[in-house]
């Protein structure tokens, strides 16, 4: 009888604290609630004012913090004069498809004048996020970091540094950014590159009338900076380095790596990546500098260069180095596809992960440009592509339409016929030489709002072939709603014989955003866990104007907790 006494005390202590725990979870969760203002906002650069449009006033728009656990509520207020939409990039949405925020993808365009409250949790990730409007190309300005701490009481998984900073890199037009993408939709062009990039809002000291409010990071010698590195840029991947400094690669798309020592970063649109830097050198001011890596052989680029400015604290160094020119870092070439490629294969999960074995889904997507015939009476100033045509973008050949009257989304939740079809093809509808010398008869892609279906658990892989109609160029593919195993890459045709060989099923890289070799292909795996529709597009998005882009449609599992949840009811209307 004792004995039973002391197991069922023992039961009971360890159920009170099972509770306890709970409770103490539940407690240090928290709700954080912000308003999000749309807005034209007068801003100087490059000896221009322009009226920008932002978020409350701000370029680049406020830092968001939390915890992972946490819960936002973002109250957002369109007082500008176009649609808009905010995604949070990176961010899972479990459940939560409708506060993913791609235009007509789950949700209607927030209208001039109209609102709409965006509610998700953050559940299980950790690092550097960011958020940007996913609106024609508003997100040229309206754009910023969203930072996930650790639970309350957590800790990173490497010594805590003594202090972090967002390092947010950006492109400026002296035009309109929306102006531009409308004049390349009406010409069939390509559109006008940017004037400068920048650094936190800021171009830097080589640009005309910048170098008075350069951004400046302060160090004290000795310690030790946690840079959170986002390439908020619109339309080009980017080198990013510091002079005189090594970068430890601890995190990318909120997930940590297993750490790695580099002299430069290579950031696709829409990546992150977590670097500690240590302050171990003479005391003095050092430029960080970032500038284009352009894969695309003979396309225009912006070839400028932002900088930043690395300042060291000490007393040795404030009283002379603010007169001292920084000191300049070595950047690769423009074309130095061999520095990118070896940083974006150093990548590792820190651990052995479990990636799927038993694959449902098997699909070859090919990635690249093309041109489309000039229409029928269509005058040549619509038709200013190359030859007279107009350029275009597709995945296995279907160029992305997106639908006006309802999101698919939507169209999915509410059973709404004719918006999409779900016939996105599952390999190539033709065989070709993909990284080759490609037959003109395969350079015009069919347009289509095709979705491809998933069942709830389905386990996916897709090889991500890069094409070389009109021109090869690394490509950064990211896809919503989920974060994805990066298993291989490589370059040339994918060779399902002997490329398996290299799959790394250990310890591969979790990320969101992938970077497609120039001439090549990358394999990614995932499990379709998160029911709704999700886009998975090209970051550059002169590209997805193009329509460089295709939807998953992953189906509702058998319980409440595998299921979409109900939209909000105040969900924007078309």
């Known amino acids: 009888m004792e004995v039973f006494k002391s ?105 001039p004048g109209k609102s709409y409250t965006y509610r998700f949790t ?27 701490h650790p639970k309350e009481g957590g800790n990173y998984p490497f010594p805590r540094p003594k202090r972090e900073t967002p390092i947010l890199l950006g492109e400026w037009w002296n035009t309109n950014p929306i102006d531009v993408v409308r004049r390349a939709t009406r010409t069939g062009a390509a559109p006008n590159v940017s004037d400068a990039y920048t650094i936190n ?32 840029g619109l339309n080009q991947q980017l080198f990013f380095t510091v002079a005189n400094h090594k970068l430890t690669v601890v995190g990318a798309d909120a997930n940590y790596v297993k750490p790695f020592t580099t002299s430069v970063l290579m950031l696709g649109p829409g990546q992150t990546t977590d670097v500690l830097i240590k302050a171990d050198q003479t005391p003095s001011r050092y430029y960080m500098a970032a500038r284009a890596y352009a894969s695309a052989q003979g396309a225009p680029f912006d070839n400028t260069t932002t900088t930043a400015i690395l300042e060291y604290k000490t007393s040795s160094c404030s009283s002379n180095c603010t007169t001292t020119n920084p000191i300049f870092p070595s950047l690769p070439a423009y074309n130095d596809t061999t520095t990118a490629t070896a940083f974006t294969t150093k990548f590792r999960s820190p651990r052995k992960v479990e990636v799927p074995t038993e694959i449902d889904e098997n699909l070859i997507i090919t990635v690249g440009l093309g041109l489309e015939n000039c229409p029928t009476g269509a005058p040549s100033s619509n ?93 950064p593919i990211h896809l919503h709603g989920y974060d994805f195993y990066i298993i291989a890459e490589g370059f040339g045709n994918f060779n399902p014989k002997t490329d398996t060989s290299k799959f ?71």
């Open 504 to 574: 790394n099923l250990v310890d591969p890289p979790l990320r969101n955003t992938a970077s497609l070799p120039v001439n090549g292909w990358t394999v990614i795996r995932f499990v379709a866990d998160n029911p709704g529709v999700w886009i998975m597009h090209c970051h550059l998005d002169v590209h997805i104007t193009w329509g460089l882009a295709m939807a998953f449609l992953v189906e509702n599992g058998v319980s409440e907790l595998e299921s979409l949840e109900a939209p909000p009811v105040d969900f924007p209307v078309c």
């Open 7 to 111: 197991i069922a005390n023992t039961s009971s202590s360890f159920f009170v604290i099972c509770i306890l725990l709970l409770f103490a979870n539940a407690a240090s969760e928290k709700t954080h609630y912000h308003d999000f203002v749309i807005q034209a906002t007068p801003v100087k650069r490059l000896c221009k004012t322009s009226n920008a449009i932002t978020v409350n006033g701000q370029y680049p728009g406020p830092t968001l913090e939390v915890n992972n656990g946490d819960t936002l509520v973002v109250n957002v207020v369109n007082k500008a004069r176009y649609n808009v939409t905010i995604h949070w990039h990176g961010v899972r949405q479990m459940r939560t498809a409708w506060a993913d925020g791609p235009e007509f993808i789950t949700q209607c365009p927030i209208r």
């Open 383 to 475: 038709c200013q592509g190359p030859n007279g045509t107009r350029f275009a973008a597709s995945m296995n050949n279907v160029s992305f339409v997106l639908p006006s009257n309802f999101s698919l989304l939507q169209a999915h939740h509410q059973g709404i016929p004719g918006v999409f079809s779900t016939d996105f093809p599952a390999v190539p509808s033709v065989k070709f030489n993909y990284t080759g010398n490609v037959s003109r008869s395969l350079w015009q892609p069919i347009r289509g709002t095709k979705l491809y279906k998933l069942k709830y658990g389905a386990r996916v892989q897709v090889v991500l072939q890069g094409t070389g109609i009109f021109t090869a160029e690394n490509h």
């Open 201 to 232: 809002g800021q171009p830097g000291d080589f640009y005309k009338c910048s170098r008075q409010d350069t951004t400046i990071v302060h160090m004290d010698s000795g310690e030790t900076n946690l840079l959170r590195v986002i390439n908020a």
């Open 122 to 148: 953050i559940q299980g990730q950790e690092g550097t996020l960011w958020w940007h409007a996913h609106s024609s190309w508003l997100r040229a300005t309206v754009y910023g970091a969203l930072i996930i």
